[in-house]
């Protein structure tokens, strides 16, 4: 993915020193950036989401683990998010951090096990059909995908959010206008950071950390988010009861 990033931002044209309007040759370049920038992003977000999402299934399955990302699958699959922004705005609010999420005793979890795995069994084909229906890396696309296994969307770094956003509307333009609009071409000294800094889903990008497997995304407040084995304390620790 490292590779397929740094390749796609090197074919970015130079900014030059003095503003002049991008040729046509350039703003292809830039649209080809766009399109298969955004590509990549959304291609890894539903493979990061679903390799996560299948982790936390298969250890209720096979060893009646009962962990965070599972727990929330025992309900969010089943939530229609808004559209809103509004709503969305204050849904991302409580939705996956540390003083809101799903609770599921354990004296609960040990005698409701039979009916825990039929409601994540009908939660796995929910789950993986909005991740096969995703189209895009705007907000209202992947803060269902991570929202639904409890990663807390409202703690996202806001140049996270603006460059994800920034880069699906270019990827709008080029891909259905087969234009880039004036006022989204931006110079590519700014579009470098997009993909290459943002490793296509940094969390917090001023930690330069990401989403990889294995690897701990630093949110607000010092918290982390684990992709391998979700909420993590700083130094990489699990805290007690998550």
Known sequence: ?????????????ATPIIPTPWT??????????????????????????????????????????LGRVAKHLCITPFVNFPA???????????????????????????????ELERLLKRSEIQYKKALKDNHGIGVRHYFKLLGSIGVNVGAFDVDFVNGLQRLWELRGGAAHRHVVAANLITPTTDMVPLLSGLNCVTIGGSSGRDFREGCCVVLAGGRSFCGASGWCAPGGRRPAGL
């Open 1 to 13: 993915m490292v590779a397929r990033l740094q390749h796609l931002v090197a074919t970015l044209p």
């Open 24 to 65: 046509q040759a350039e703003a292809d370049l830039i649209s080809a950036f766009a399109v298969f920038g955004a590509a990549a992003c959304e291609h890894y977000i539903e493979e990061r989401c679903g390799k996560i999402s299948q982790e936390a299934y298969q250890k209720f399955y096979n060893a009646r683990k």
């Open 84 to 114: 809103d922004n509004t709503d969305r705005d204050a849904l991302k609010a409580v939705l996956g951090s540390p003083g809101f999420m799903v609770q599921i005793k354990k004296s609960y979890a040990a005698t409701a096990s039979v």
